[in-house]
């Protein structure tokens, strides 16, 4: 099984994601912006490493919102993915082919990979309790 982070990065209430360029293994496919520990790393220690190289920012680490295991036909992958706060820098695509900004009654707008189909979820989930 292969471990991977992802981050929910939220500005003025919209969240930041990013859509794997074609020809990669889920190609075209939105997901949160994150990547895979190297071993013996620490999770958070993975996503700030990642956020800093696919995004060019720095990035506070906070509070773990779902951890979900996903089978493909080509790879099992653990995601657990975490709040995190942009410290410096403006998100750029450096591994991704599109950015977006998107809120969370959009984000059904965006065909995402199925290990962020909880995280997705849960945002919509989240945001439709605040309006309540």
Known sequence: MVRVTAAVIEREGRFLIARRPAGERRGGLWEFPGGTLEPDE??????RRELREELGVLAEIGELLVRHVQAYEDVTIELSTYRARLTAGTPRAREHDALAWAAPEELDDY??????????DLLRGSARNERR
């Open 42 to 47: 620490d999770p958070r220690a993975c996503l």
């Open 111 to 120: 065909e995402f990979s199925a290990a962020d189909g909880p995280t997705v």
